[in-house]
Each structure stands twice: as structure tokens, then as C-alpha cells.
């Protein structure tokens, strides 16, 4: 079956970096697209931008341009989000989700059809 | 940036109950909507993909509808599982973006 694990809670002072990863497994991984979204504590979900397994294109969404990297290990099957120059405001639960899609065209619909645990990052001092 | 507005932001029922949830686009999204479901201390599952499909194994309690701006996603009879927040999600354009959430708590 298809499993998405994060690695575990992390506490960062401001200012530093910080790189989740999420390994998965039970599927071909290079045949679907990653996303990572995060929850502010107590908030809603924030999509923080999108890598393809296949190309290692990436598309971030411009409120984290210049501050997040995606990448992927297709040794390993694990995809990697940075975050770097820390704020609290970055205090979140960080998810890797999966993006299927439809084969329609011209544009396929795309959902995120499964989750990893989810990994909480605290940034204080 | 697409805005996505869900009305109510909470919503109280009962077991048994039929509920309606409304997401609004800011701009046009043809069927480029998705429906998720989070419980409390977990990761959201999906629900509706595409406006109106329901993935496997997801029961047929639910189902969603709409087009254009104007979306819902329907609970025929809830049950004590679906006490959670859900939220509506545009993959229309980038950046992806989600609605505010609404809450569904036990009358």
C-alpha cells in the first residue's frame, strides 16, 4: 500500500534551516508528483509549492520563493523540503502529500490522494 | 491568487443529520476542485476530486457538485467519523490554494 513517512519534530531557533523528509513507498515514485502544504497550529492548510519525481521540476508558491527547496532522492524514494531563515511565524505542521491526476485533456484534474504524518517544526528561541 | 471562501466556518448537527458546505471561487476554476476531510491530530484525507468523484473507498454518503465558482459538498447522513473540519482546495491555477475550513461539530 502506498505510505508517505516524515521524519520526526524538530525545534529551530529563527533564523536557521531546517529539511523534512518523507520517504515513500508501495507505488513507483517517480509516476506521481509531490506537494508540501503545512497547518499553523489551530489554522488552515497552506500549499507551499509542488516537485515533479520525474523532471525535478519545481513550482513554489511565491510567498516562500527564495526560502524553500524541493528536491528528491530516487536512490531512496524520499522527497526533501528546506526551509530556510526560520521565523516563528513558520512554527507548523509540514505535510509531503501525493498529487494524482486525472488522464483528461487538455488538463488533467490534480488531488492529493495521500499523506504523510505530517512533521511539526517549532522555530523559537 | 485564487481566493477560496467556505461557508458556514462551522456548522453544528447531529448524528443522522444531512449538511451542505458551500465553496466560493474568486475566479472562474471549471471542475478544478477538491474536497478533503480532517480529523482532529491527523492528515487530511481526500473526498471528492474533480468537483463531483468520489476515490475509492470513500463512502457514498458524500458527494459534491458545482462548477465554475460555485461549489458543495453534501453529507447525506453523518456519522460520528465525520465530526472534523473539510476543506475545499482549487488546483486550477498555481499557486494551489485552500478554503478557510469548516468546522462540524456534534450538536
Known amino acids: 500500500q502506498v505510505q508517505l513517512v516524515q521524519s520526526g519534530a524538530e525545534v529551530k531557533q529563527p533564523g536557521a534551516s531546517v529539511k523534512v523528509s518523507c520517504k515513500t513507498s508501495?507505488?513507483?515514485?517517480?509516476?506521481?508528483?509531490m506537494s508540501w502544504v503545512r497547518q499553523a497550529p489551530g489554522q488552515g492548510l497552506e500549499w507551499m509549492g509542488w516537485?515533479?519525481?520525474?523532471?525535478?521540476?519545481?513550482d513554489y508558491a511565491q510567498k516562500f520563493q527564495g526560502r524553500v527547496t524541493m528536491t528528491t532522492d530516487t536512490s531512496t524514494n524520499t522527497v526533501y523540503m528546506e526551509l530556510r531563515s526560520l521565523r516563528s511565524d513558520d512554527t507548523a505542521v509540514y505535510y509531503c502529500?501525493?498529487?494524482?491526476?486525472?488522464?483528461?485533456?487538455?488538463?488533467?484534474?490534480?488531488?492529493?490522494?495521500?499523506w504523510g504524518q505530517g512533521t511539526l517544526v517549532t522555530v523559537s528561541s | 491568487d485564487i481566493q477560496m471562501t467556505q461557508s458556514p466556518s462551522s456548522l453544528s448537527a447531529s448524528v443522522g443529520d444531512r449538511v451542505t458546505i458551500s465553496c466560493r471561487a474568486s475566479?472562474?476554476?471549471?471542475?478544478?476542485l477538491n474536497w478533503y476531510r480532517q480529523k482532529p491530530g491527523t492528515a487530511p484525507e481526500v473526498l471528492i476530486y474533480?468537483?463531483?468523484n468520489l476515490p475509492g473507498g470513500v463512502p457514498s454518503r458524500f458527494s459534491g457538485g458545482g462548477s465554475g465558482t460555485d461549489f458543495t459538498l453534501t453529507i447525506s447522513s453523518l456519522q460520528p467519523e465525520d465530526f472534523a473540519t473539510y476543506y475545499c482546495?482549487?488546483?486550477?491555477?498555481?499557486?494551489?490554494?485552500f478554503g478557510q475550513g469548516t468546522k462540524l461539530e456534534i450538536k
Open positions: 516537485i515533479s519525481t520525474y523532471n525535478l521540476n519545481t
Open positions: 475566479h472562474t476554476i471549471s471542475t478544478f
Open positions: 502529500t501525493r498529487e494524482t491526476a486525472t488522464p483528461s485533456v487538455p488538463r488533467p484534474r490534480r488531488w492529493f490522494d495521500s
Open positions: 508501495g507505488y513507483t515514485f517517480t509516476n506521481y508528483a
Open positions: 474533480a468537483a463531483s
Open positions: 482546495q482549487q488546483s486550477y491555477n498555481s499557486p494551489q490554494t
